[in-house]
Nanobody, 124 residues
């Protein structure tokens, strides 16, 4: 199993960035793919999740309306399009795979596999 995250970098406030996470070695039945982030000195927090089978999505209140999660079945890739970035969005962003946990999708422990993280820095 491998989750390969990419797309991080430095962006000015108000700008956009798209993160990608390529998935390999997983069964896509019941799969949910989530994005989390962790700012320096803070706990990892939920950002967004997508159910692979039907595309249902859910967002944290802090990013709703600015971020969009999507998936590409052919490429086995999940994306996080981030618009209207703010300095408080600065964090390491992680993609994660939930293989069908009954744990609420906003919780870290719902996820079975994690990508390596990609740093997004938003300058003011």
């Amino acid at each position: 199993v491998q989750l390969q995250a990419s797309g991080g970098g430095l962006v000015q406030a108000g700008g956009s960035r798209r993160l990608s996470c390529t998935i390999s070695g997983l069964n896509f039945n019941r799969l949910r793919m989530g994005w989390f982030r962790q700012a320096r000195g803070k706990e990892r927090e939920f950002v967004s999740v997508i159910k692979w089978s039907n595309g249902d999505t859910y967002y944290a209140e802090s990013v709703r309306g600015r971020f969009t999660i999507s998936r590409d079945d052919a490429k086995n890739t999940v994306y996080l399009q981030m618009n209207g970035l703010k300095p408080e969005d600065t964090a390491v962003y992680y993609c994660a795979a939930d293989l069908g946990s009954i744990v609420f999708h906003q919780m870290v422990r719902a996820y079975d596999y994690w990508g390596q993280g990609t740093l997004v820095t938003v300058s003011s």
